[in-house]
């Protein structure tokens, strides 16, 4: 509480946040995002958690699809790549497999990853394709203005459910959980500095990171994943959580309605360019096949 | 200078910011006019961002006579946003009025201000919107409902009106927005009446006897899916896409309410592939997408054509290619609409030239799919799916679908699904139906149905013959002639919603005695060749005014007809501009004979 | 006298209202500053009245509360809230371009006294006696609140006063039509409760049956001179410097004496046409007494122009429709007399503006050659007051303008003789006499005790909510309601000014900004989403990426940048702020938050 | 220099689009903004009167057709108002929040109509005259042959009060000191011109000073004037014709000498070089006299414009400030006066 009445001394804050360097990070550009708009938050998350890593910005790809969260490229100062709705797997996949020196972000919103895009992401993570996936999932299509998602809650009214949406939204920690993702873990907009924190780490991971992010859609949704509401609902992760422990993830993930913030499995396996090269050590060292 | 017409025809460009509420204002506006008795043509352009800062802009001409496209000077600008109000000052004629934001909260630059650029035969009005909506709610929220009021107030339209069109549009919403945003029209209205009116623009009373009661405000979506609800439609998969999405909307509100079914699919490709299904099944079925959802539908086009399934597919074109511009018009995909497909895939593709004609074509297109047993694509452009006319619908539905007939089958006669027939047409059963059974494939296949390579040439001869006569299915216009008969100096050929502004350059050109015809062509395939050379003939010079590049239309039609044409095309995201047409109608009279071979122009081409 | 930061204070009801118990106090510059620049109301009263909350209180419903805040920084509320120059209200962000009026503060320090309980009990904080003895001579309303603080913090006060009646120019430069005497002396006797000793009709002098300043110091440990400005400044003429020419001069007269004399009993008189000269409260009130007299014709003749003269615009209206005339740029030159002595007519020579004066007022330069006469029966000059020493027997030493001269002690030269008000300022307003009055007690406190027993702090409370809604902002200011004409003539008792209604008052207190309010964003957690700048009503929260330190360490200008990787914060800048708290409604990360900061005396 | 030179002129009355033109002659490249509160592009004031005689469009009462504005590149801002004038940087700041910088400033905002005080409360029960809009409304609200109530009866509102009798309505004149304002005349002159003002079929009222008005009845009379002396005056609109005050509120923080009006030498130059002052708006110095002196009057108020613009560009002539001010009866027994002049 008396956080709200000690000083601040604007000065010295905006020293502090010169002299930590993330800002360089950022386009020149203001996002076109709704006011109030979670992403922002993700925005200023991952500007954080490159400058954290020390990846340099020639060094970053970020990829994203159609969608308000794939207006993200625009916003931040490293190579962008804004695809097709829902091809954004395949085209990071083949952004990685040519330089295996890029740090690729994937991004994308719930529609576009589990909607169109939705058959591409078992294949990007049963490979361990050494790219970062992030999904904004706020639960509604907003640049179609507002149709239900699959996260859209079951009962929420909009614009295609005006009888409301009956249809069981999809579990995303689950699917990816079942499809062995290699990281796995979430986050929350409305928590700017877990975030960054979670960001930093599925970057760093080895292999194919997926980390969820829920987001409320200001415009959109009054009513269903609001501030308000989330604020209440999210909670930690236990600090005893064996993040080794793939059915324990399961049942964490499964717990709540809303699954605690955190990581859930992280698993260290080849990945798709260490197969390759495996595949590549293999042929030189087979007999040559008779013709 | 342009001078108002005699009687009422007054065209409103409201421009702001996304989120200022231009679009809002433009629909109450558009629906009271309708309901004062007055014709109305409406056409709104909005950016993508959601509520970013893009530019909105929407246009209103009330007549009283029945209008055919925009004006190209409006007659009153309400700015609700200078930065972008600013290059529409122009578009003002003179004496008419200039409405603006005259006491605004954020520091300006210099001439970042409307005032600066108001030429001094415009009339400005300055007023304090922000505080008028401040006052009247408290909130800045309602400015553009507070300079609507003004608007109304200044131009004296009868505020009961707009009181009842505020509180159908915020009647889902708590009663307190409708409250407030009445206060804050009021607030306008006062505010108006205190001010001295220069300006010469006046709202008449409306002549025609009918009464706004009777019109229907539609959008070309909205008249779509009406008449796929006249028409009896059971099922509706679909998928959000600009600017085919409300047709879906308006499907997921009415129609599980007529007992049929809707549902919104992962994507396109399974939206066509439901609809196809449920086709096949015998019920009457549609979706809707645009150029990118038609380019990922193309596959099941195909099949349906292959099947010879029915089903509608109505197409709203935006610029392309690929992503495009999402919320600008073009005539583009008609390449894609007619040939898309692996293949020869000949289907039938209708597209109207008005809201009326999307109402008629999209009320028909089920008993024309279901008679040549083809995909029918009804399509139109975001111009003319989003662009609001008065449409007066028949007092009673004449699109219900006629009772289905059964095959009757001879003793011992083998049922044949694809029988190759004098007209082309098979008997086809569906499911549910005995004796009938069959197999429909992707594959070539034989009159049974079994695939088969052996009668591929007679099964496409059969797929193509089948669909002729539809240029003559009974109760639909596939083309239509206006203007002066015999021979005349240039005849245009148009398509779809550009129409419109052919129409009006007849009219134009028609009081600066030029002999001028115009046919306007509705069905694009099959194309209705006899009459169109028939025009052709006709005319010294034919000229098709098209919004895409290359001129899809005019290489159909000098492909079809083996006769130059002049093209006139633009890809400018509007509307092509009368006057463009206009020009260059007198560049090719004043052009001794017919170029030998087909010209190409572009409309910058003309301008520059 | 100020609360003292204790948690007894929190128990009343009052300006802590609106926040919970929980607030810190800071001797920060920068905190310092920000009230400073942020309270521009507060800060240009010369007494330090905390404003806002004041009139928050009004707002409440409390006008007790409101007038104890009043008395903590000026015990004189009712008084001020008629007759104060109102510095405050020239500088009422509620008036700076495009926010409209500023708010009638002074109207509202009038309501605060004129609405409290008839049973209004005062609200003193007493100290223990100290034994020390002072003695201050003259009773105006820098001796009298000076008085007042020295018995609250345990001093044994005596006052010395010349006249028969205590309040000097209250009592005998301010006409009862602008000052009613029951309130006038309400309010002194309220200040002189606690046990001061007034001795009225005693002059302090070197005449007979007067008191030596020697013996004063010699009973006395502290001596405060509060004598002020009793003498009126001569008018200087052209071929007469001294303005000797006055003297003797029939129906000519220093508007001062005229006040005075009148005050004190003596009946008056005024011909047909009156002329007056000076700029200042004084002037107008010669005049307005003058029509009240029977005057058929008066005018006030000012070196420069009504834009630029001392005194508020509704004095100045009230004037004019008394049918008083205002004729600027003149300077008379001199004075003309018929055979029997009496004034006739005044010379006058045509001014043009020059440049600014330091104190923020115009000059006039006199242009050779263009003298004209005005005729005149009456002829009363205001031009001003200065100090007289005659009433000392040592010498103390004096300023340039031949006032007393006191260091920051406010101790003149002679070792505990202490001087405050117009005596130190030369003729000035009540509220700085008020506030010269309190300084120096203050300072006298410490000298007596041998060291401070108090000092300023910052203290900022935790506010939970937004206190205002957007919509007072479009409330307009209300004027002050007043007699009709009719009625005020040929009475000098008449009060003008009749004063605001209870809803009157808290109609004109929601227009108040309540600048103590200080909206600030955690930028920490702040995500940059500008969903505030969104819904702001004024250009007031911006994308920052520096600003400006004054050199005595307090802020200056935001530097605001439009450009995503310069953004370095999201900052509300106070001094567009109009507290209407939209943005603290709409934060998604609810990392705005609001304090009050209040300038507040702590025990040292 | 590089950029052409942009003259900013505030206020579109005669002094200010004399201004205008001449500037644009004297100097082909230089942008000229014009700033006004009024709706209208340039009209004669003189010429208002003749709403009564049904000249009422206002694009009749122009005196240059709108385009001549695009074709002499002068922006015309309409509905702009000036909060602000900073002389040392060179800005204006308009109340919508604008700032425009100037090279040199034209001040030509004129005056507005003197209201006595103890009227001020009742301005909203007065008709002005001092727009196209004002004088339209007092032609709207005055119904045929009523009775119009001139409170002063400056020389604007004679000009006005003999158009109305002319037009068949009648019109009562209540004195004030400003009578025939600007000009001062003798007693026995001023008795001459009210007497013929009479003949005209002017009611005269020099009896007491007007202390009230107030709506009347639905049934009776709109508005009742009351005198000092009790004396009640019905009529159907009140006019206030007490002369012009000079329009200078928004100058008071330029940094600029102020009296009733601008300061200015005459060349017409204030004490800040880059800005000058033309029209109702300033005082000249007045060198004979030693006293900084109005010059009101349609001719004089254009002059000072079209010389005030040449000053800018640098030509040294000085405004003679002794102009004829003359008020008389011609052998007709008409009014004829210098001010009315154009």
């Not at chain 2, 115009?518 to 010294?540: G, H, N, R, W």
């Not at chain 4, 004669?44 to 049904?54: A, H, S, V």
Request: aromatic fraction near 6%.
């Amino acid at each position: 509480m008396n956080e709200h009445v000690n000083p601040v001394y604007l000065e010295d804050k905006l020293d502090e946040i010169r002299a930590d360097g993330h800002l360089s990070y950022r386009s020149k550009s203001l996002p076109t995002w709704c006011p109030g708009c979670g992403y922002f938050s993700m925005q200023e998350g991952l500007t954080i958690a490159l400058n954290r890593l020390g990846i340099a910005k020639e060094n970053a790809v970020v990829v994203s699809g159609i969608g308000c969260a794939s207006r993200f490229p625009f916003f931040v100062d490293t190579y962008g790549f804004h695809t097709l709705h829902g091809r954004t797997m395949p085209v990071a996949t083949g952004i990685k497999i040519a330089n295996d020196a890029l740090s690729v972000v994937a991004i994308g919103g719930d529609g576009d990853a589990f909607a169109i895009g939705g058959g591409h992401i078992p294949h990007a993570a049963r490979r361990n394709v050494d790219i970062t996936y992030m999904v904004f999932d706020n639960g509604i299509y907003g640049l179609t203005k507002g149709q239900t998602s699959p996260t859209t809650a079951q009962g929420f009214k909009s614009k295609t459910t005006p009888y409301e949406n009956l249809d069981m939204p999809l579990h995303p920690l689950m699917m990816l959980l079942s499809y062995r993702a290699s990281w796995i873990g979430q986050a929350y907009a409305g928590r700017p500095h877990h975030l960054a924190e979670m960001m930093t780490q599925a970057i760093a991971h080895k292999g194919f990171s997926y980390l969820h992010i829920l987001s409320p859609c200001v415009t959109f949704d009054k009513t269903d994943r609001t501030y308000g509401k989330l604020n209440m609902q999210v909670h930690d992760l236990s600090e005893d959580h064996d993040t080794s422990d793939l059915i324990a993830a399961m049942q964490q993930a499964s717990a709540a309605e809303i699954p605690a913030l955190g990581v859930y499995y992280v698993e260290d396996r080849p990945t798709l360019s260490e197969e390759m090269d495996e595949i590549s050590r293999r042929a030189r060292n087979a007999p040559p096949i008779a013709e | 200078m342009e001078q108002p017409r005699v009687g009422t025809d007054i065209q409103f460009a409201i421009c702001g910011s996304a989120g200022d509420g231009t679009i809002a204002a433009g629909d109450i506006m558009k629906r009271a006019a309708a309901l004062m008795g007055f014709k109305v043509i409406a056409f709104d352009i909005y950016p993508p961002e959601i509520r970013g800062f893009g530019k909105c802009i929407s246009r209103i001409r009330i007549s009283d006579a029945q209008t055919y496209s925009l004006k190209r000077h409006s007659d009153v600008l309400i700015s609700l946003n200078d930065a972008h109000a600013i290059p529409h000052v122009g578009e003002v004629r003179d004496f008419g009025a200039v409405l603006f934001e005259d006491n605004s909260i954020a520091e300006l630059p210099e001439g970042g201000h409307i005032s600066a650029h108001i030429r001094a035969a415009q009339v400005p009005y300055g007023f304090g919107i922000r505080e008028i909506s401040e006052k009247a709610t408290g909130l800045a929220r309602s400015r553009n409902i507070a300079a609507l009021g003004y608007a109304a107030g200044l131009f004296n339209m009868p505020p009961g009106i707009f009181h009842q069109i505020i509180a159908e549009k915020f009647a889902k919403k708590p009663r307190a927005v409708t409250e407030d945003n009445t206060r804050a029209f009021d607030a306008g209205v006062e505010a108006a009446a205190r001010v001295f009116k220069l300006d010469d623009v006046s709202v008449g009373r409306p002549l025609s006897a009918a009464s706004g009661a009777d019109a229907v405000m539609m959008t070309g979506n909205g008249a779509i899916a009406r008449g796929f609800l006249e028409a009896g439609i059971q099922a509706y998969f679909g998928y959000p896409i600009t600017p085919a999405s409300s047709i879906m909307e308006r499907m997921a509100a009415a129609l599980p309410r007529e007992g049929g079914r809707f549902l919104q699919t992962e994507d396109e490709i399974s939206a066509i592939a439901a609809t196809l299904g449920a086709g096949y099944a015998g019920a009457r079925a549609a979706t809707a997408t645009s150029g990118p959802g038609l380019a990922l539908m193309t596959e099941m086009m195909g099949l349906g054509v292959m099947a010879e399934v029915p089903f509608v597919v109505a197409v709203s074109q935006r610029g392309g290619p690929s992503t495009g511009l999402p919320t600008k018009t073009e005539q583009s995909d008609l390449n894609l609409a007619v040939y898309g497909g692996s293949g020869d895939a000949q289907r039938i593709v209708l597209a109207p030239t008005n809201v009326e004609g999307c109402y008629r074509c999209a009320g028909m297109a089920f008993e024309i799919a279901e008679t040549y047993q083809t995909p029918v694509v009804l399509l139109v452009d975001l111009y003319l799916s989003n662009r609001f006319e008065t449409v007066i619908p028949p007092r009673k539905n004449i699109f219900a679908p006629k009772p289905r007939k059964t095959p009757k089958m001879g003793k011992g006669e083998e049922y044949q699904r694809f029988r190759l027939t004098e007209s082309g047409v098979s008997p086809r059963s569906i499911p549910g139906e005995a004796g009938l059974t069959h197999t429909v494939t992707g594959l070539e296949h034989d009159e049974i149905g079994h695939p088969s390579d052996r009668l591929h040439n007679e099964m496409n001869a059969k797929r193509h013959h089948k669909l002729l006569p539809a240029t003559h299915f009974p109760g639909l216009t596939t083309q239509k002639r206006f203007g002066d008969s015999g021979k005349v100096d240039v005849g245009l050929l148009g398509w779809g919603s550009t129409f419109g502004e052919i129409l009006e350059t007849l009219y134009t050109a028609q009081g600066q005695d030029i002999r001028v015809a115009v046919m306007k062509v509705v069905m694009l395939s099959p194309l209705p060749v006899d009459e169109i050379a028939a025009f052709m003939d006709d005319c010294t010079h034919v000229l098709v005014p098209e919004l895409n590049f290359e001129g899809q239309f005019a290489n159909m039609i000098s492909g079809a007809t083996g006769r130059p044409v002049t093209r006139l095309t633009q890809t400018t995201g509007a509307p092509m501009l009368v006057d463009d047409i206009l020009a260059e109608l007198h560049r090719l009279i004043d052009s001794p004979a017919p170029p030998p071979t087909s010209s190409h122009r572009t409309a910058e081409g003309v301008r520059a | 006298m100020p609360e003292s930061d204790s948690k007894a204070n929190t128990g009343r009801s009052g300006p802590t209202l609106g926040c919970d118990d929980g607030y810190i106090t800071s001797e920060d510059p920068r905190d310092f500053g920000w009230v400073k620049e942020n309270v521009p109301c507060q800060t240009a009263c010369p007494a330090g009245t905390d404003i806002p909350t004041y009139i928050w209180e009004i707002l409440q419903g409390r006008p007790g509360d409101s007038y104890e805040i009043n008395r903590e920084a000026n015990v004189l509320p009712g008084i001020l809230g008629r007759i104060c120059s109102r510095p405050c209200e020239g500088k009422c962000r509620h008036g700076w371009p495009g926010n409209g009026d500023p708010v009638s503060i002074c109207h509202l320090k009038r309501a605060a006294a004129d609405l409290k309980d008839r049973g209004h009990r005062l609200n003193e904080s007493l100290y223990a006696p100290s034994g020390k003895k002072v003695a201050i001579i003259g009773s105006g309303p820098a001796g009298v609140a000076a008085a007042h603080d020295l018995s609250l913090m345990g001093h044994d006060v005596t006052v010395f006063e010349r006249e028969e009646r205590p309040g000097g120019m209250l009592a005998y430069g301010i006409p009862e039509f602008r000052l009613p005497r029951e309130i006038l002396h309400e309010e002194i006797h309220n200040a002189l409760r606690l046990g001061v000793t007034l001795k009225t009709g005693v002059t302090v002098g070197n005449g007979k049956g007067e008191i030596p300043l020697a013996s004063l110091r010699a009973d006395f440990d502290a001596v405060l001179l509060a004598t002020g400005c009793m003498k009126a400044i001569d008018l200087p003429l052209r071929d007469d410097p001294d303005g000797h020419a006055m003297h003797g001069l029939g129906q000519a007269k220093y508007g001062f004496d005229f006040l005075l004399e009148m005050h004190r009993g003596e009946a008056k008189t005024v011909g047909k046409r009156v002329a007056v000269v000076g700029a200042g409260f004084t002037a107008l009130d010669c005049a307005r007494v003058a029509y009240r007299l029977g005057a058929e014709e008066v005018t006030i003749h000012l070196r420069t122009t009504e834009e630029y003269i001392p005194v508020t615009r509704e004095e100045i209206l009230e004037a004019k429709r008394e049918n008083v005339a205002l004729l600027g740029l003149r300077t008379p030159v001199a004075l003309k007399a018929d055979k029997d002595g009496t004034i006739k007519a005044v010379e006058f020579a045509q001014n043009r503006l020059g440049g600014w004066r330091e104190n923020g007022r115009r000059k006039a330069i006199p242009i050779a050659g263009s003298e004209f006469e005005v005729g005149c029966d009456t002829l009363l000059v205001a031009i001003g007051q200065r100090t007289v020493h005659d009433l000392l027997d040592e010498k103390i030493a004096l300023d340039r303008w031949n006032n007393a001269e006191v260091g920051d002690d406010w101790m003149t030269s002679l070792e505990g003789v202490f001087a405050a008000g117009d005596y130190v300022k030369g003729a000035s307003t009540v509220i700085e006499a008020v506030g010269q009055g309190r300084k120096a007690a203050q300072a006298m406190d410490t000298w007596l005790m041998g060291k401070p027993r108090r000092k300023q702090v910052v203290r900022i409370e935790r506010v939970e909510e937004p206190l205002r809604q957007r919509a007072f902002d479009f409330i307009e200011r209300h004027h002050m309601p007043t007699q009709a004409i009719t009625t005020r003539v040929h009475d000098l008792g008449c009060e003008v000014e009749t004063g605001y209604d209870p809803d009157l008052a808290r109609e004109e207190a929601k227009r108040c900004y309540l600048c103590n309010l200080h909206y600030k964003i955690d930028i920490d957690n702040c995500i940059y989403c500008r969903a505030c700048i969104d819904v702001a009503p004024k250009n007031c929260i911006k994308m920052v990426d520096g600003i400006k330190i004054n050199p005595d360490g307090t802020y200056g200008d935001l530097s605001e940048t439009a450009e995503w990787d310069h953004v370095g914060a999201i900052w509300i800048d106070n001094n567009e702020c109009i507290r209407c708290g939209a943005c603290y409604q709409v934060c998604p990360t609810k990392c705005i938050s609001i304090t009050r900061n209040r300038l507040v005396m702590q025990e040292v | 220099m590089a950029s052409p030179l942009h003259h900013v002129i505030i206020g579109s009355g005669s002094a200010g689009f004399g201004a205008a033109v001449t500037l644009r002659k004297g100097d082909p490249d230089c942008r000229i903004s014009m700033m006004t509160m009024d709706s209208l592009p340039f009209y004669n004031r003189y010429d208002l009167p003749q709403i009564f005689q049904g000249r009422s469009d206002w694009r009749d009462m122009l005196a240059v057709p709108p385009t001549f504005f695009d074709e002499n590149r002068i922006t015309l801002r309409r509905h702009n108002r000036v909060v602000e004038v900073d002389g040392v940087a060179r800005r204006i700041r308009l109340a919508h929040q604008e700032t425009v910088g100037f090279d040199t400033l034209l001040v030509c905002s004129g005056g507005r109509a003197y209201v006595p005080e103890n009227l001020t409360d009742k301005l909203p029960l007065m008709h002005g005259m001092g727009s196209y809009e004002a004088v339209m409304r007092l032609y709207r609200d005055l119904p045929q042959g009523g009775h119009a109530i001139f409170i002063g009866g400056d020389m604007i509102g004679i000009d006005l009060m003999l158009m109305l009798v002319k037009t068949g309505y009648s019109v009562t004149l209540i004195t004030t000191p400003q009578t025939l304002w600007p000009h001062e005349v003798s007693d026995e002159k001023r008795g001459k011109i009210l007497a013929a003002l009479a003949d005209k079929g002017v009611t005269v009222v020099d009896s007491a000073r007007p202390v009230g008005i107030d709506a009347g009845s639905d049934q009776g009379a709109a508005r009742v004037v009351t005198l000092e002396d009790g004396t009640e005056i019905n009529g159907d609109v009140v006019v206030p014709a007490c002369g012009l005050v000079a329009s200078v509120e928004f100058m008071l923080r330029a940094g600029v000498d102020i009296e009733r009006g601008l300061l200015v030498n005459p060349e017409l130059g204030t004490s800040n070089e880059a800005i000058w002052a033309a029209g109702d708006v300033c005082q000249i110095w007045n060198d004979e006299d030693k006293v900084y002196q109005f010059c009101h009057g349609w001719k004089n108020v254009r002059i000072m414009g079209e010389l005030a613009a040449g000053n800018m560009q640098g030509t040294h002539r000085d405004f003679d400030v002794r102009v004829e001010d003359r008020i008389d009866l011609d052998e007709a027994g008409n009014i004829v006066s210098t001010f009315w002049e154009h």
